[in-house]
């Protein structure tokens, strides 16, 4: 089928604010009184703030109130956003823009489909809200990934089906969106992780639309 749209995720594929999210997350946790590792992010990836924070405090054996909860995630927050807003340009990955501009130069539309309600400002910094076609992002949606509703909302945005689009994704739960919504998915990680994508890539640096018809034939 042809290839009419690409929706993106953010986090982790656009550009590496994962390591942030990572950051602001083992700092709340050491507040708390637990450790917070690497291994245990993975289970954030794609997934909203306050389903985060309920991970993490399962991780960490605590359970708090509502107000609680709240509080450690405006806390949590302002650690990551302190993070983003000295993020310049350049914090864009390798490969992104120019596989964006073979995108535009090919007529194909260009979506953002992601969790986050920063996305914006972190479009913003990185000086590439006008490469998208429709911006999908926390602020739109109800329904959390592996929900398909971010990407479907995507593709009725930018007037394609979802047979015409193809997901790019470094999350498993965001994959199974993909997959959820009848879409094909590109997995950007681990192939292990990132089971039912119609394929993998490493990342954008080298990668081509011709790459991307051939890999999904
Ligand atoms: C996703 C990230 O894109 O957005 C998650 O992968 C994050 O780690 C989620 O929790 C929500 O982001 P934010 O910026 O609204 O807290
Ligand atoms: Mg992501």
């Known amino acids: 089928m042809e290839i009419k749209a690409c929706l993106f995720d953010l ?24 450790d917070f590792t690497e291994e245990d992010n ?28 709240e509080a ?10 302190e993070f983003i807003t000295k993020m310049g340009t350049d914090e864009i990955l390798p490969g992104v823009k120019s ?5 535009k130069a090919a007529g ?7 969790a986050s ?8 910094r990185l000086e590439i809200v006008n490469y998208f076609d429709a911006i999908i992002d926390g ?16 593709a009725e945005a930018v007037g394609v089906q979802p047979g015409e689009a193809v997901v790019f994704e470094d999350a498993a739960a965001g994959v199974e969106a993909a997959l959820n919504g009848g879409m094909r998915a590109v997995g950007v990680g681990d192939p292990a992780v990132l089971k039912g994508a119609q394929m ?15 890999g999904l034939e």
């Open 11 to 34: 986090d982790g594929v656009v550009v590496d604010t994962a390591k942030f999210h990572f950051l602001a997350w083992k700092r709340l946790g050491e507040e708390l009184g637990f």
């Open 42 to 69: 993975e289970r954030l990836k794609g997934v909203s703030r306050m389903r985060s924070l309920d991970i993490l405090l399962e991780i960490g054996g605590l359970t708090l109130t509502q107000e609680e909860k």
């Open 72 to 81: 450690a995630a405006a806390k949590k927050n302002e650690w990551y956003v």
């Open 99 to 103: 596989f964006f501009d073979q995108l």
């Open 108 to 114: 194909v539309k260009i979506a953002l489909g992601s």
């Open 117 to 124: 309600k920063n996305a914006m400002m972190i479009l913003e």
């Open 139 to 154: 602020t739109h949606v109800e329904k959390a990934k592996p929900d398909p509703e971010v990407f479907l909302k995507g």
């Open 200 to 214: 993998h890539i490493d990342g954008f640096e080298g990668f081509t639309l011709e790459k991307l018809r051939a």
